[in-house]
Structure formats: C-alpha cells, structure tokens
C-alpha cells in the first residue's frame, strides 16, 4: 500500500535540517499469546460484509476484499504491504523507503509519530463510501489480532492509508510474524487475517507489553463468544 510524498523534496529545497533518527527499541515483539491461531480463525469462517463494496490490495490489483462483522469484532482477509511511516529510523527513512512519511496518524503519547520498527501496528483504510472504520467501533490505538502462518500477534490501529485499499501493518508487526519487513520489496501476497475488536483501546498506544495484555483478553472473550 504505497503512498508518494512529496514533503521529504520540499524540506530539502527549503534548505531545512531532516529530524533526528528515533533509536530502535531491542525489546522483544511478543507472538502468539491468548487464543490460538485456529480458535480465532474459526470465528472468521463466514462474512457478514459490513463494507459498502470491497477493496484492492495493491493499486494493480481488483476489487477482492471485504470487511466483516463478527460480533464484537470485524475482520477482514487480506495480503501485507509494509508501512514504514512515523519517527525515521536506521530501517525506516526516505532512503530505505520510497513511499516514506514522517507522520501517523495516530501518534504515541508523548505527541510524536509512531515507531514502525519498534511498534506493531496496522493499517487501516482511510474513511470512505466504501467503509468509515468508526462506524464499525474501531479507533486509533484499537486492539487487533493478526494471524499469519498459525502465528498470532497483537498490534494496534496505528495509522490510515488509502481509501480503497486494505492490508498494511508495520514494520515491527511484519518482522514478528516472520514476514519479510523491508518496506520496498517486502511483506507477502496472502494468507494475512486481520481481527479488530470494537470499542477498545491500548494506552499508551506504544506499550506492545500493554497491547498483547489487553489483545489477549479480547480475544479470549471473541472466541468464547
């Protein structure tokens, strides 16, 4: 899910100072905790389509993928495109990113941009006819379970893309998942569910520990359900 910027060409020819690199975190991303991958696939067997037409994965590609109800969640089944917005970093710059930008549009709770190699985070499409994610109880910092190859790892809304496609996640979500993370040429085609469950909030939206804790619970609760 690639989005041109300009902004980077127009510091440069204003003669502005870039921002400071954000230091990657070495704290470990936690996988597969609460519910397994099966148990919360098995919510997902059915689409109750909530989404007003489906969406694209790529710019090429048709429109294939729907958005889902599912009780106290929605879900949709999608591939992965990498996003490398927020806080540059040594992985993610307008260098190693064609498509970089230096904003979320959920910021951490000190007011600044997430960090894409340090946070699990996903992507949602930005408010559309075809769909408005808060009409759906979805928000920034909502909690999430994405599943890939039986793995299952919590993350949080942390940003929007565009408005007629869907599956994008993090750096940091990607390379937990064992995805390839480089945002020019990584993450995968298929196989990527993503579940998000209404009405719910991490905070601060950059505690992983604190977003696998409250995911867990969640998800618990949505496959008992």
């Known amino acids: 899910m690639r989005k041109l910027l300009l902004f980077s060409a127009m510091v440069v020819a204003a003669g502005l100072a870039p921002a400071a690199t954000a230091v990657a975190s070495t704290a470990p991303v936690a996988v597969q905790a609460g519910p397994t991958a099966q148990q919360l696939l098995a919510k997902t067997t059915s689409c109750k389509q909530v989404s007003n037409g489906k969406y694209k994965t790529d710019d090429e590609t048709g429109r294939t993928i729907a958005v889902c109800d599912a009780g106290g969640a929605v879900f949709w089944k999608a591939d992965m495109d990498i996003d490398c917005d927020g806080q540059p970093t040594a992985r993610c710059n307008k260098d190693t990113d064609p498509w970089f930008q230096d904003g979320t549009a959920f910021p951490r709770s000190d007011g600044k941009a997430l960090i894409a190699d340090q946070t699990p985070y996903i992507v949602v499409p930005s408010v559309s006819s075809t ?45 937990a998942l064992g995805i390839n993370p480089d945002p020019a040429n990584g993450g995968v085609d298929s ?25 867990e619970g969640l998800a618990a609760k949505f496959v008992q359900g």
């Open 191 to 215: 196989g990527v569910t993503y579940i998000c469950f209404k009405n719910s909030k991490v905070s601060p939206i950059e505690d992983h520990a604190k977003s696998t804790s409250v995911g």
């Open 131 to 175: 769909w408005n994610f808060g009409n759906s109880g979805l928000k920034g910092a909502g909690s999430c379970a994405v599943i890939y190859n039986n793995k299952v790892l919590y993350a949080v809304i942390g940003d929007t893309g565009p408005n007629d496609i869907i599956g994008e996640a993090s750096y940091a979500a990607a390379k």
